[in-house]
């Protein structure tokens, strides 16, 4: 759980599967009462497993794939809906899940939402996707498949909200008060998924597969900082932090650089903004990766202040951000910090001769190059490679073919 954010993603759902095996070895995808374990013994054991699941199913969309290969059956039950109090390991009777609210509300919801991950197998390109309906050539999504992946949402929208109603309470706590903010987040993101496409916010500024990516990553890092602001003040600002999508938001900044115009620029220049006041150890650009990060920041905004001068008629005020980066690092080197416009290019446009390229695969959006330790900076910002195919849907989720 430590590593994300400070590791290879794909080194880490590397070693998650390792985790899954020794698990599998000590039993744990059995459940504790078909072993004739204890009730306490019982418990624990499906706690660390749903975790694992939880992880796996995270790392693996983070790395482009679909989940592990987990164990071919397995029965381990979910933890049940109860207080660490109620836990006794000397305990001899079958623990009894509590109605209403318990310290175990966003387990709970973590786990459905693993559980269907890993029954939904190719959902990540179909969330990618800038238009499903139509994607056309080899791997391309039938109708019936479309369908398919809308009722499973659907479904785990319905089940989600069951979930929250039944065993949240905002009056128990700040825990349940977060749990109560997800239920809108649920409808909200459930709605853009299965809407259809020219329904979506910002539909009319995505016209090819970098347009879609971006979009993506600018409502990714919206939802991240509105996160951490809206439960910082319930004690819970690490949590946000925990998931806070760095990679994405070092795409978009470097998207920036020649993405000026439009209701989805605007709101990345308020999402950084917002960013760089929440994680202040951005600043520090001894980190290679925060340096270049700003690198890039600081290139954007040059961009910007042309674009602006125009507009306005005089020399915008930069953000603070801007302006503090700029006296931490007055000379930046921007030859190296040079973005690349190949994501910016026809490719997957209508006229694209390939077919496999008419949308932007999951690791193209989160490959390797975008590990801030382990990428080669020099390169960095070069989002596919002239004529390669998008990696995600030749053959939904069997990528990725990228070095890492």
């Given at each position: 759980?430590s590593l994300q954010?400070?590791?290879?993603?794909?080194?880490?759902w590397?070693?998650?599967?390792?985790?899954?095996?020794i698990?599998?070895k000590?039993?744990?995808?059995?459940?504790?009462?078909?072993l004739?374990?204890?009730p306490?013994?019982?418990e624990m054991r499906?706690?660390?497993?749903w975790?694992i699941?939880?992880?796996?199913?995270?790392?693996?969309?983070m790395s482009?794939?679909?989940?592990?290969?987990?164990?071919?059956?397995?029965d381990?039950?979910p933890?049940?809906?109860?207080?660490?109090?109620?836990?006794?390991?000397a305990?001899?009777?079958?623990?009894?899940d509590?109605?209403?609210p318990?310290e175990m509300i966003?387990i709970?919801?973590?786990?459905?939402?693993?559980?269907f991950l890993v029954?939904?197998?190719?959902i990540?390109?179909?969330?990618?996707?800038s238009?499903?309906?139509s994607?056309?050539?080899?791997?391309?999504p039938?109708?019936?498949?479309?369908?398919?992946y809308?009722?499973?949402?659907?479904?785990?929208a319905r089940?989600?909200?069951?979930?929250i109603?039944?065993?949240?309470?905002?009056s128990?706590?700040?825990?349940?008060e977060?749990?109560?903010?997800m239920?809108?987040?649920i409808i909200?993101?459930?709605?853009?998924?299965?809407?259809p496409?020219?329904?979506r916010?910002?539909a009319?500024?995505i016209?090819?597969?970098?347009?879609n990516?971006?979009?993506?990553?600018?409502q990714?890092?919206?939802h991240g900082v509105?996160q951490?602001?809206r439960?910082r003040q319930?004690?819970?600002?690490?949590?946000a932090r925990?998931h806070?999508q760095?990679?994405?938001?070092?795409?978009?900044?470097?998207q920036?650089?020649?993405r000026?115009t439009g209701?989805?620029?605007?709101k990345?220049?308020?999402?950084?903004?917002?960013?760089?006041?929440l994680y202040?150890?951005?600043?520090?650009v001894?980190?290679?990766?925060?340096?270049?990060l700003?690198?890039f920041l600081?290139?954007?905004w040059?961009?910007?202040?042309?674009v602006?001068?125009?507009?306005?008629?005089?020399v915008?005020?930069?953000p603070?951000?801007?302006a503090?980066?700029q006296?931490?690092?007055p000379?930046v080197?921007?030859?190296?910090s040079e973005p690349?416009?190949?994501?910016a290019?026809?490719a997957g446009s209508?006229g694209s001769k390939?077919?496999?390229?008419?949308?932007?695969g999951l690791d193209?959006?989160l490959?390797?190059y975008?590990d801030?330790?382990s990428a080669d900076?020099?390169m960095?910002g070069?989002?596919?490679?002239a004529?390669?195919?998008?990696?995600?849907?030749?053959g939904?989720?069997?990528g990725p073919?990228?070095?890492w």
């Amino acid at each position: 759980m430590s590593l994300q954010n400070r590791y290879n993603r794909h080194a880490t759902w590397i070693l998650n599967g390792v985790v899954i095996r020794i698990a599998q070895k000590m039993g744990l995808h059995r459940d504790g009462e078909a072993l004739g374990l204890s009730p306490f013994d019982t418990e624990m054991r499906r706690r660390v497993w749903w975790q694992i699941i939880m992880l796996d199913a995270k790392y693996a969309l983070m790395s482009g794939l679909s989940h592990s290969h987990l164990p071919r059956s397995w029965d381990t039950k979910p933890p049940k809906n109860i207080n660490d109090a109620d836990l006794y390991p000397a305990a001899t009777e079958p623990i009894q899940d509590r109605e209403g609210p318990t310290e175990m509300i966003m387990i709970i919801l973590s786990n459905r939402l693993a559980q269907f991950l890993v029954d939904t197998p190719g959902i990540e390109p179909m969330m990618l996707m800038s238009n499903p309906e139509s994607f056309r050539g080899p791997g391309a999504p039938t109708k019936e498949q479309i369908d398919f992946y809308k009722g499973h949402v659907s479904e785990l929208a319905r089940d989600m909200l069951a979930l929250i109603d039944r065993y949240n309470d905002p009056s128990a706590g700040p825990l349940h008060e977060v749990a109560a903010e997800m239920r809108d987040e649920i409808i909200t993101k459930v709605q853009e998924l299965i809407s259809p496409h020219r329904e979506r916010r910002y539909a009319d500024e995505i016209h090819t597969p970098s347009d879609n990516a971006f979009s993506v990553a600018v409502q990714t890092t919206e939802h991240g900082v509105d996160q951490h602001w809206r439960i910082r003040q319930k004690g819970f600002a690490w949590y946000a932090r925990l998931h806070f999508q760095l990679h994405i938001f070092q795409y978009m900044v470097s998207q920036l650089c020649y993405r000026t115009t439009g209701e989805l620029v605007e709101k990345a220049w308020e999402s950084v903004v917002r960013a760089y006041e929440l994680y202040p150890d951005l600043f520090d650009v001894s980190h290679k990766a925060n340096y270049h990060l700003a690198s890039f920041l600081l290139r954007a905004w040059k961009t910007r202040e042309e674009v602006l001068r125009g507009r306005l008629g005089h020399v915008p005020e930069p953000p603070v951000c801007v302006a503090k980066l700029q006296a931490i690092i007055p000379h930046v080197d921007e030859a190296k910090s040079e973005p690349s416009t190949v994501a910016a290019t026809d490719a997957g446009s209508p006229g694209s001769k390939d077919p496999m390229a008419t949308d932007q695969g999951l690791d193209q959006l989160l490959g390797s190059y975008m590990d801030g330790d382990s990428a080669d900076w020099d390169m960095w910002g070069n989002m596919v490679p002239a004529g390669s195919a998008m990696t995600a849907f030749g053959g939904f989720g069997m990528g990725p073919t990228t070095e890492w």
